[in-house]
Structures are given as C-alpha cells and as structure tokens.
C-alpha cells in the first residue's frame, strides 16, 4: 500500500517525520531512481526507496529505550567535535535508533531512544508536548518570589515561559534542590529561567518524562521500556493531553 515518503520514513525508524521531509526536500531520498519530492507516495513492498544511497529496510523490531544520560555526553549519535555521545552508550542495541529530544551536555538523567519516528515525533511535537520532571539543585538560596516567577513564567527571547510546576525538595545554607515541571522544551529552558533570576544551577537532573520514571537506573545504563510505559507514553502524547495538565501544572510550593 502507498504511503507518504515521510510517514515511511518514519515508520522505519531512520527519522521522525519532521527530519524526514528535511531530507526529502534536500533530495536525499529516490524512489525507483528519480529525486523524490515532498508529497510523493510510495510502495516499499514494490518500489525502491533509496536514503542517503542505502536501501530503505521497513521491517525493523520497534525498540523503546530508557537511558541515564551521564554528564559530559552530547545527545547525539555522532559528534564532529570529538566529544563523547550518547550513541557510545548504546552501542550493543543492534537496531538503529536515536534520541528523543534532547537533554544538554552537563545535564543528566532520563533519555529515551527509539526507532519508532511516529513515535518520537509524538513525543516532541509541540502541539502535545508530554510534562517532563527536573531535579534541580540552585545556589546560593531561593526567595518565594523567585518561586513564583518561576511557575508562572518568565521572558526568554521576547516570550514568556509557560507555568511550570515548581516545589521545593530540600533547603540548605547556600543550596536549596528543587523539582520542576516543564510543559514546553526550549534550549537549555531551565538553566535560563534560573540564570535569569541570578540563580546558579549546580545540578540538573531529569527524572521523569510524563508517567515515566527514572528510578534505580545508574549513570550510563539502559534498560528497554516496558510495554506498559510505551503505552502511558503515547497516551500522555495523545492530542488534547497537554492542555489539560498545563491548566493543572502552574502552581508553586514555598
């Protein structure tokens, strides 16, 4: 049966959908020998799709994974720079698969990995954006206000923040560890709402993506997802979720 070029794509794991058409309109992709174009169609049991000059292969085992991405690695599968990757981390995994989102070099925590496009752009799509959970640990101190500003938003790059649940853990002389609930993803979101208010961020750990949690996962392990979290996942990513728990996400404790 015909699909679109993207949705294939996607479904065989070597994109999302997104990053997909990006290669089709960079002419990456040929269907029985011609450049194929954005909207284009096509049967992978009867025509022969190229990607970057290799076979497109459409029948691949799904794989979901869970990772504690270390500090000091890059969330990518290959660095011109020469610094470590996540993709180190999963070499044994014999499918193809690849970051969801993006958690930035000196961060930590939980990462998922898939080869399943439809569902990573599911994951990342804006429009469903599924609730992320943030251990934060700030210097020096925090004040009440800094903790509202926090919750309800604060302007970075001309736009204000969406409300974050925000909820001190621990309080210490010079220290003080926070959790955070982020419904939107922008670069490096908190550790600019904290740099905005004059808070220094020592440590920043993500420990769960909607349902999901981290757990007893150590530094630079992995362990597949369970069908039961693949399940709580898509329907977290399900359209109409994200409204809700962003009307429900906005509140701070003191």
């Not at 660095?79 to 958690?103: I, M, Q, S, T």
């Not at 903790?147 to 970075?156: H, M, V």
């Not at 362990?223 to 399940?231: K, P, S, Y």
Request: net charge positive; glycine share 10%; proline share 6%.
């Amino acid at each position: 049966m015909e699909e679109r070029l993207q949705k294939l794509l996607a479904q065989a794991g070597v994109a999302s959908r997104r990053k997909a058409e990006t290669w089709i309109l960079d002419g990456k992709v040929r269907v029985n020998g011609r450049v194929a174009k954005l909207g284009d169609k096509a049967d992978p049991a009867r025509d022969k799709i190229l990607v970057d000059g290799r076979p497109l292969e459409v029948h691949t085992a799904m794989r979901y994974l869970m990772l504690y991405k270390p500090r000091g690695f890059v969330t990518t599968m290959a660095d011109e720079r020469g610094r470590k990757c996540v993709a180190e981390l999963v070499a044994e995994v014999p499918e193809r698969v690849y970051p969801v989102g993006r958690l930035d070099r000196e961060s930590e925590g939980l990462l998922l990995l898939t080869n399943d496009g439809a569902f990573a752009n599911a994951m990342m799509h804006p429009s469903h954006h599924v609730p992320k959970t943030y251990r934060v640990t700030v210097h020096p101190g925090i004040t009440e206000d800094q903790l509202t500003q926090l919750a309800i938003g604060i302007p970075l790059d001309g736009r204000k923040t969406a409300p974050a649940g925000v909820r001190v853990l621990k309080q210490e002389p010079g220290r003080v560890v926070l959790e955070i609930v982020l419904q939107e993803g922008r670069n490096r979101q908190i550790r600019r709402m904290c740099e905005a208010l004059g808070l220094e961020v020592a440590r920043l750990k993500r420990i769960a993506i909607g349902p999901v949690r981290l757990g007893m996962l150590q530094p630079g392990d992995w362990r597949d997802l369970t069908a039961e979290e693949v399940r709580a996942l898509k329907a977290a990513a399900a359209p109409g979720k994200s409204s809700r728990a962003r009307r429900g996400g906005s509140s701070a404790s003191f």
